[in-house]
């Protein structure tokens, strides 16, 4: 991660260790994110990705170690991460419009005894205009299309203004054509600067959407380019025993095999 | 007859108990509908229930306590303390013992309230000389014999909680719908949460005296879920749930003195009730509303059809060419054609029906989904006389992002393999922001933004280029920018982002 040495990382994970028994779910995690860089994060199921996001986001309080956003601690930052939850994670019947949902992303900004100012509903507006969803955001969330529905979450990012965007498998359960939308949406977020920690459980698709790669269970096994993380033994090493994997894998680095415009 | 029914809503109210009541049950209506609602879209309605019971515990120690030490009787205040203290242990204990053992929350929640109720129980009657509660007042409630000190444990707490409600909204709407982003933005989301669980154990506190400890969990959800089935917005079913929550008192009020029944029996009755009507026929959540939707249900493919044909049709058409053409039953055309002119998909012209702004629109894009088609089903080596054929049953596979993808992975072509031209995705009007992929000969436009995967194409944002026609069987793009000739492959055409400048050729 050569970085200009004052720049400090956009993320940086030290030493740590979350459990919810007593087993830690994560163990010894430590790995620094340069600003601007699409990361993902792969592992088995179980392995503490979602923890991970959840870690980072400050939603869970680790047992020991502390994450630093820009050389900050989370309390500092408030506002400056971002969260997407997993689809299957949201209650979308709830009663709530697709502008409240993206609103709320202003709500760290908004002091408890204020409504939201003009400047809040214009963030909103254009966020909702750059996932392409201003014309559906009087609807019920439930009342939208898988596509949609996950770019509402997008547009509540975007609101926010956050420098770094922390989604939970935002590719589980979704055609391909919403895939490619939502690639479009990182690529632009990215484009503009953003830093970005995506779970993602698809290997084969992982080496090319991402700069890099963080390879979990329990505890962190690799973290660097998908060239240095991809390798046969340290997948088998995590995913014991899983060999099917492997062969698809060995499919997609055939060169010119995988990748897409 | 209007004597009789003036007679029967007016005689109530001149007995000061039914006044009492109507007012003491309005005001804990009121409170319970709107955390309720909070109550339900958290999943806690169970929680409801363990609170109502625990209490008791509360009431029974803080009237043991005021007596003994003070030898005051039935202190209210205490007894009120108590039941929130009481509550809260609750809580506390739920939540101890579903963490430290692999005992799941719900059988916790059911162990523990059952525990503390029986306490309770026990307390009341082994001290039964000192402490004077009723249990059966307790368990059944007495609407009717609301004492002035009920009324005003209702008043205090319902303002408390409503404040912090309403104070509050922001805090609990985010808490309840992503506690993950409400952390990350540095809401307190344990503390969002006990405040909520204290709320609820105040309001079954006020409530308990006048429906009882078995029909309170009811006041509590029922209205709310009632009005859940109504409404999209948070603020709302608020709204309709207090509302919801007044009517049943106020109709439960008037049943239990007409028919002399007990009052909480027929509030919850009259509460339940309610709740099966909106269950049937709320307008969009409701049974009947889903069962007219799916019988009022005009196929799609119909529809599109309809579309269809209008659109290469000149001019407008009679309904008779239109069911003539379109294959399907006559009624179902019709009743097709009809829901079409209320959409304003069609309108009615001089001579017969004609496609609206809207309806070309929705026709351009079958007509869009039918070329691809063609040009797919030409790749894939079908015979050229029967594309046409397979196409029109194909072309009702058209979801917007499905399209979007197919002309992505055909390379965006142009045209058909019967030289017709593809519509574009979208009406290419000015300010219109799309990939360069998707530009059409001759348009101009504004580059906006050129993402990583085109870096090496050449151009930057804020260039103006023209789109020429494409080289090498549609694989090459050329753009101009001024007298430059700027080629491209599909890859970069992809990664550049362009905006449709208006005041082209």
């Known amino acids: ?261 | 007859m209007t004597d009789f029914l003036r007679q029967a809503l007016l005689a109530p109210l001149g007995e000061t108990f039914f006044i009492k009541s109507l007012v003491g049950g309005m005001m804990t209506a009121v409170v319970c509908g709107v955390v309720g609602c909070l109550v339900i879209l958290r999943k806690m309605s169970f929680l409801g229930d363990a609170l109502s019971h625990a209490m008791l515990a509360g009431v029974a120690g803080g009237y043991l306590f005021m007596k003994l030490a003070f030898g005051l009787e039935a202190h209210a205040p205490a007894m009120l303390v108590g039941s929130v203290l009481a509550a809260v242990l609750t809580v506390g204990l739920i939540g101890f013992v579903s963490n430290i053992s692999r005992i799941k929350e719900d059988t916790a929640i059911g162990i523990i309230y059952t525990g503390v109720f029986a306490a309770g129980v026990v307390l009341v009657s082994a001290f039964s000389e000192y402490v004077h509660i009723d249990l059966m007042h307790f368990i059944m409630g007495d609407v009717l014999g609301v004492a002035d000190a009920d009324l005003w444990v209702a008043a205090i707490a319902g303002s408390i909680v409503l404040s912090v409600i309403i104070l509050f909204f922001r805090f609990f709407h985010i808490t309840s719908f992503d506690p993950i982003l409400a952390a990350a933005i540095g809401i307190p989301v344990g503390l969002v949460g006990y405040a909520l669980t204290v709320s609820v154990s105040l309001v079954v506190v006020s409530a308990v005296s006048m429906v009882g400890v078995i029909l309170v969990v009811g006041l509590l959800i029922t209205p709310a879920a009632t009005a859940y089935l109504l409404s999209d917005r948070l603020e709302k079913m608020m709204l309709l749930s207090a509302l919801f929550g007044v009517s049943s008192v106020v109709g439960g009020l008037y049943l239990c003195v007409w028919f002399n029944t007990s009052g909480g029996g027929a509030i919850m009755l009259f509460c339940t009730i309610q709740f099966l009507v909106v269950l049937f026929v709320a307008p969009r959540y409701g049974i009947l509303a889903g069962w007219f939707r799916r019988r009022r249900q005009v196929p799609q493919q119909v529809m599109e059809d309809v579309l269809g044909f209008v659109l290469r049709q000149e001019g407008a058409v009679t309904p008779e060419k239109v069911t003539a053409a379109v294959t399907g039953e006559r009624s179902v055309i019709l009743r097709a054609l009809r829901q079409m002119l209320s959409a304003e998909l069609l309108s009615s012209q001089d001579h017969g029906l004609g496609l609206t702004e809207k309806g070309r629109r929705e026709a351009l894009k079958l007509l869009r989904a039918h070329r691809l088609w063609e040009a797919y089903l030409h790749r894939t080596g079908v015979a050229p006389e029967r594309v046409h054929e397979i196409a029109h049953q194909l072309e009702h596979l058209n979801d917007p992002d499905s399209v979007h993808l197919m002309d992505h992975l055909l390379g965006h072509p142009l045209e058909d393999p019967h030289g017709s031209r593809i519509p574009a995705e979208v009406s290419h009007e000015p300010g219109k922001k799309l990939r360069a992929s998707e530009l059409r000969p001759e348009e101009r436009a504004a580059v906006l933004e050129v993402t990583e995967k085109g870096r090496d194409c050449g151009l930057q944002a804020g260039d103006v280029v023209i789109c020429g026609p494409r080289r090498n069987e549609g694989r090459t793009w050329v753009l101009h920018r001024d007298k430059e000739e700027i080629h491209l492959e599909h890859r970069q055409a992809d990664a550049v982002w362009v905006a449709i400048l208006g005041g082209n050729g």
């Open chain 1, 1 to 261: 991660m050569s970085t200009k040495a004052d720049a400090p990382p956009a993320i940086d994970v030290r030493n740590l260790t979350i459990s919810y028994g007593p087993r830690p779910a994560l163990l010894d995690v430590s790995f620094t994110v340069a600003p601007g860089l699409l990361v993902g994060v792969i592992g088995p199921n179980g392995s503490g990705k979602s923890t991970l996001i959840k870690g980072i986001v400050g939603f869970i309080e680790p047992d020991f170690g502390e994450v630093r956003i820009f050389g900050r601690t989370m309390d500092e930052v408030r506002g400056e991460v971002a969260y997407v939850p997993q689809r299957g994670e949201v209650d979308w019947d709830y009663p709530i419009t697709v502008r409240q949902v993206a609103m709320m992303g202003r709500y760290g900004y908004i002091p408890w005894w204020k409504n939201p100012q003009p400047r809040d509903h214009e963030m909103v507006g254009q966020a909702l205009e750059m996932v392409r969803i201003a014309d559906l955001q009087h609807r019920q969330i439930g009342q939208l299309s898988g596509g949609q529905q996950q770019r509402v979450f997008m547009a509540r990012a975007l609101a926010q203004g956050a420098r770094i965007l922390l989604m939970d498998e935002p590719f589980a359960g979704v055609d391909a054509a919403t895939e490619r939308a939502i690639l479009d949406v990182l690529e632009a977020a990215k484009t503009r600067g953003r830093t970005l920690v995506v779970v993602h459980h698809d290997l084969v698709t992982a080496a090319e959407y991402f700069d890099r790669l963080v390879l979990l269970n329990q505890r962190m096994f690799a973290y660097g380019t998908p060239e240095q993380v991809l390798v046969p033994s340290l997948l088998s090493e995590v995913y014991e025993g899983s060999i099917r994997s492997f062969e698809m894998l060995a499919a997609a680095e055939q060169p010119g095999e995988g990748r897409e415009s």
